[in-house]
């Protein structure tokens, strides 16, 4: 947070200026460290308006940055130096200023009375739930440096997994963008010239010609109309999906369709146990890991299955059972668990399902990715023949009736 101050100097001179600090308190105590013997005001200041805040992924804290911090913490921890140092060796290093900015607040909250974890938790959308308990654990165990390494190492493979996804769309993506621009390029370009050398021979147009042209005609004529409409659709439609009910029946349906809805829950089982493992190794209680899964996972119907998991975990039926019983999960799952348990191994068991389930994602991905390609490529090459057949086919008559 941001907070303004005046404050008296020691040669009785006003100042004033702003601080990053977590809290009131912790401003106070910055500002009285700094040499400032009274303090006039203190007050938050309030956010203005900015690109930082429009557009937060631009100028947001990156997820390598956070995989780097974390080893980098972890070492220097490791070899001897205090928490607070290695964090203001870290913030004089080529971070970024957005990661700067809160390395100082945390070291100003640790110098305040604080924990690693504590100053970790004020930044929800920099560091995760699970990586801020991982962190806890670790420190209330006296080994901060192996939570740190795990935190680390689970965000990078999280991080893997994410870029496989992003990596196998990006190609049918671009396909149709292009197709889009091109499409509108020769509406609004190459069409209105031949619109009006028509109009002036009186031609006689084929059914696909009228039909683009009306089309064309439409949309340049009530072009800020259609924008508006489309505009309107888009926020009508982002409000509808943050209803609970529309939310719930989405879910339903992505689980319901085929290769996504397999996509879908092979990726949650992978989340599932590699999270599971890690925050058993942190030396968190399975009832405290499912808490956390559930609140991260963004699927209703995952979700609510993992609730009832943990429900029958606290009755004491064990990991186990509760997943066997639920369709939802795969029988591989629950009969590896059974493993687990006997074997008193859950975390190196879930290890390892979690690496199996990270393959069997990337294998359904390239299956879609195979699916979608021919199939998008069919669909614009028949929008682009339609438009330049339109355009084509009656200049050829044009032509043949002049000769």
Known sequence: MS??????TSDKKIVEGTLEVASESLAEGALYRAGYERIISLKEAKPGLSLEKLIPSLYGVKTQEVIDFSSQLATLVESGISLVTALELLGRQNASKPLKKIIAVMVEEIQGGGSLSQALGRYPKVFSHTYVQTVKASEQAGHMETGLKQAGGYLEKQ?????????????????LLMAVGVSILLITVALPPLIRLFDSLGADLPWMTRILIGAATFLLDNGLYVLGGLVLVIL????AMRQP??????????????VIGNIVIERSMQYFCQTTAMLLQAGLRLPAIMDIIIQTNRNYVIRQALSDVRDSLMQGEGLARPLAENPLFPPLLAEMAVVGEKTGAMDATLVTLADFYEKKVSRRLESLVAMIEPALTVVVGLVVIFIALSMIVPMYSILRSIH
């Not at 991080?159 to 396909?175: C, D, E, G």
């Not at 009910?245 to 085929?258: G, H, N, Q, W």
């Open 159 to 175: 991080a893997t997994v994410n870029r496989k996804i992003k990596h196998a769309m990006a190609y049918p993506i671009f396909i």
């Open 245 to 258: 009910s529309v939310k719930a029946a989405r879910d339903r349906f992505i689980l319901k369709m085929p």
């Open 3 to 8: 907070y303004k101050y005046q404050a008296y």
């Open 236 to 239: 009508l439609f982002i409000f």
